[in-house]
């Protein structure tokens, strides 16, 4: 892949369970030039996370310190738990790389705020059927907890239209390919292309 002076800034939002982690994770290890950031949070790890490589999981004391602070760009509450962006993340765009954040919906406004030219993608569930027996299969969460991700799923459902793409996650090789593609052509659009390396000066009226 040619260098690029600027990355493009991807949001992938998805209710819970509906396979984005799984999705982004794939997608970066098939794609040069694009990673993840790291969001802080102050959940309890999960089973089979990584400091560092999921979440930086933090205290809620530290993860006030860091927001009055103003080092995260985006922060929201969800299910009980903060997760916040650190700015820092952001200086791989600067680096020619493309940076995926994988933030709730919340957070997806926020960077569409401040960032006008970000890739807002959503992972859409087949059905929140599918979505339930997902959360029940992964276990770890508490009954209580599971309904009240399914109530927050509605929810995020109804930001849909926010969003630039919409991938529905019935088969995971499918869905992965289908946000590798969105990534892939993003890089290729004429306005980012023209801006970067030409500087916009063909496609004009030379006389």
């Not at 919340?106 to 993608?121: M, N, P, T, W, Y």
């Not at 890089?187 to 009226?205: I, N, P």
Request: aromatic share 6%.
């Amino acid at each position: 892949m040619a260098s690029r002076e600027k990355g493009v800034l991807f949001v992938v939002s998805a209710p819970s369970g509906a396979g984005k982690t799984t999705i982004v994770r794939r997608v970066i290890s098939q794609l040069a030039g694009v990673s993840l950031s790291i969001s802080c949070t102050t959940r309890a790890p999960r089973r089979g996370e990584q400091e560092g490589v999921d979440y930086s999981f933090i205290t809620r004391a530290e993860f006030s310190a860091l927001e009055q602070a103003g080092r995260f760009i985006e922060w929201a509450q969800v299910h009980g738990d903060l997760y916040g962006t650190p700015r820092a993340n952001l200086e791989r765009l600067h680096q020619g790389e493309d940076l995926v954040l994988e933030i709730d919906t919340q957070g997806a406004r926020k960077i569409r705020e401040a960032f006008s030219d970000a890739v807002l993608v959503f992972i859409l569930p087949p059905s929140l059927e599918v979505l339930q027996g997902r959360l029940r299969s992964r276990g770890g969460d508490a009954e209580e907890a599971i309904r009240a991700r399914l109530h927050n799923a509605q929810k995020e459902l109804d930001q849909m239209d926010c969003y630039d793409y919409i991938v529905v996650n019935e088969e995971i090789e499918e869905a992965t390919r289908e946000v590798a593609s969105i990534i892939i052509a993003e890089r290729c659009k004429a306005a980012r292309v023209l801006a970067e390396r030409l500087g916009g000066t063909y496609g004009t009226d030379n006389g």
